[in-house]
């Protein structure tokens, strides 16, 4: 059984920060690429960041420059720093395993975002 537990969502105001983290088993960190997506309600899942091969990483265009994805091997975890949050930023925030590049894999519950005033 996979299981990733992601933490860190809530409420934050526009131009805000936030971290998201993304907690799993050794085997599961070792074994999959790890990243992030989000959704809104009536779209469909999109990717934020995520590790690839290699240890490199990709974003969204949206979130260059604003989001900041790292890993922490001695915790089996990883993070999304997440600043100047925008209105848009709002989402379901999802962490996801998978063996880069193919499709699918395992998602955690998902952790809500909401920026707003």
């Known amino acids: 059984q996979v299981q990733l537990v992601e933490s860190g969502g809530g409420l934050v105001q526009p131009g805000g920060s936030l971290r998201l983290s993304c907690a799993t088993s050794?085997?599961?960190?070792?074994?999959?690429?790890l990243g992030w997506y989000r959704q809104t309600p009536g779209n469909q899942r999109e990717l934020v960041a995520r590790?690839?091969?290699?240890?490199?990483?990709v974003y969204a265009d949206s979130v260059k420059g604003r989001f900041t994805i790292s890993r922490d091997s001695a915790k089996n975890t990883i993070y999304l720093q997440m600043t100047g949050l925008k209105l848009e930023d709002t989402a379901v925030y999802y962490c996801?395993?998978?063996?880069?590049?193919?499709?699918?894999?395992?998602w955690g519950p998902g952790t809500q975002v909401t920026v707003s005033s």
């Open positions: 590790f690839i091969n290699s240890g490199s990483t």
């Open positions: 996801n395993a998978r063996v880069w590049p193919s499709q699918g894999g395992y």
């Open positions: 050794g085997s599961i960190f070792r074994t999959y690429n």
